[in-house]
């Protein structure tokens, strides 16, 4: 990798002060305590620890790019993945290019493709609604679907309906080793209707947990430089309204036939609707309705809005991490069917201009780890174990501990970070009151619990 690191002096303080407030280089997870990624393999439930290092390994900017090192590995726990994907989570051992000042596209939009189409902050890819298989692609025809097409890629599939088999429990799986996601990062297990039971026995979490309370973190990057938050937001795009949640203005059609876009255009068939192509199955399922002023909170055809967000007091486009009201996910999930600005070629092999490595200062650590010491458990009452869930997303390790009430150190885990929820085996304790104290280096807070032994 070719790079200059250069040091903030005096004819530098102007660049060193940009990076310590534009959020395209200060929101990234950077791996900073040497945590290593894990994988769980079909039929086992423990955790097997690999050798690659998880989250973002390293940020460098310039004065107009910002550049992300990562490998591709969540802190979290991938796998398995029971749709026969023999893939595991490997290093991709990348590098990301994105504009510090990303710019509209005046022209015809740029459609998103399969593939990596942004990041998430912690160096995992994002994906767009697809899985690569059409009905009548003649190289690539959908299993039961007819044979030597017209390779007219017309009914596109939707990855997250059709591939949900193949998820884990943070709803990602790998392409080749490159872990992804298509959709919104937070676990099955968390949503409020969930439609998954991979977490039953391959218990994992993901990026962040869904909060309708606040206004959702920053998770990611598309490949055009803007950002990505979670799935709610101000109801208003000059901050005001209160917190929603922001829904897409994609919409399923009414059709029992697979013949016309939306648009009433004829096109090649595809398969009727049936409960083995439902609708949502494919792209063209969906037709878009442009929000109005009476609706707010609905998003454009990109998937987003300009607005005023935490990270951006004046105001950016965002994309959104669109979920339903079950927090189910929702298309087009995150970025696309196209993009919003001029996409770049996100993805490049060195970096060939000088640049200056970014590292947050010990007093940002320090915030962070400040805001992320509030956490929910649960149950409370609780029996065998203890669920406990930091809230927002972790910059830094957190040490959990039970103790009696005599001070004694009982149980004690790690939450990792990048990664939300973590687990007490409380089995062998008796019923009555503990206390639960999460920790990192800058902050300790406690919490009384409860364990009531039937």
């Not at 504009?99 to 022209?107: H, I, S």
């Not at 876009?261 to 442009?290: H, I, K």
């Not at 998003?299 to 007091?313: A, K, M, Q, S, W």
Request: with cysteine; charged share 15%.
């Amino acid at each position: 990798m070719k790079k200059s690191i250069l040091l903030c002096t005096f004819g530098l303080l102007a660049l060193c002060s940009f990076a310590q407030t534009n959020p395209a280089i200060t929101s990234w997870i950077q791996n900073t305590t040497g945590i290593k990624g894990r994988h769980y393999v079909k039929n086992n439930s423990t955790a097997i620890n690999d050798n690659d290092s998880a989250n973002v390994l390293g940020v460098y900017y310039s004065a107009t790019s910002v550049y992300i090192r990562a490998n591709g590995v969540p802190g979290y726990v991938t796998g398995p993945f029971l749709d026969g994907n023999p893939s595991i989570t490997t290093s991709q051992n990348a590098i990301f290019k994105f504009p510090l000042t990303p710019v509209k596209n005046t022209g015809t939009a740029t459609a998103t493709t399969g593939g990596n189409i942004g990041i998430f902050i912690n160096g995992v890819a994002l994906f767009d609604y697809r899985d690569g298989v059409s009905w009548q692609n003649s190289s690539n025809s959908l299993k039961g679907g007819p044979l030597g097409g017209t390779g007219d890629n017309v009914w596109n599939r939707d990855a997250v309906v059709a591939e949900r088999g193949g998820f884990d429990c943070a709803k990602g799986h790998p392409a080749m080793g490159n872990y992804h996601h298509h959709q919104n990062p937070s676990a099955f297990k968390l949503d409020l209707t969930v439609i998954s039971t991979v977490c039953n026995l391959y218990d994992a979490d993901g990026l962040y947990v869904i909060d309708s309370s606040k206004h959702s973190p920053l998770i990611g990057f598309a490949y055009d430089g803007f950002p990505i938050y979670g799935a709610y937001a101000y109801k208003n795009v000059d901050g005001t309204g209160g917190i929603v949640r922001m829904k897409s203005s994609y919409t399923l059609r009414s059709i029992t036939q697979r013949n016309t876009y939306f648009n009433g255009n004829t096109v090649t068939a595809g398969p009727v609707v049936s409960t083995t192509y439902p609708l949502g199955y494919f792209r063209e399922d969906y037709q878009y309705t442009a929000p109005t002023a009476a609706n707010p909170d609905y998003l454009d055809e990109h998937n987003g809005r300009f607005c005023i967000t935490p990270e951006y007091p004046n105001g950016i486009y965002c994309y959104f991490a669109t979920v339903d009201a079950n927090w189910n996910s929702a298309y087009p999930y995150a970025v696309g069917p196209t993009f919003y600005g001029i996409r770049s070629s996100a993805k490049v092999t060195s970096i060939t201009e000088s640049v200056t490595r970014y590292m947050p200062s010990t007093t940002a650590i320090s915030e962070k780890g400040k805001e992320a010491l509030t956490f929910n458990v649960f149950p409370n009452p609780g029996n065998d174990i203890l669920a406990i869930q930091a809230d927002g997303l972790q910059q830094n390790n957190l040490l959990v501990e039970l103790f009696d009430m005599q001070g004694r150190l009982l149980i004690s885990s790690n939450l990792f970070q990048g990664s939300t929820i973590t687990y007490l085996d409380t089995r062998g304790l008796y019923s009555g009151e503990y206390i639960l104290r999460l920790s990192n280096a800058q902050t300790v807070v406690s919490k009384k619990v409860i364990i009531a032994k039937d």
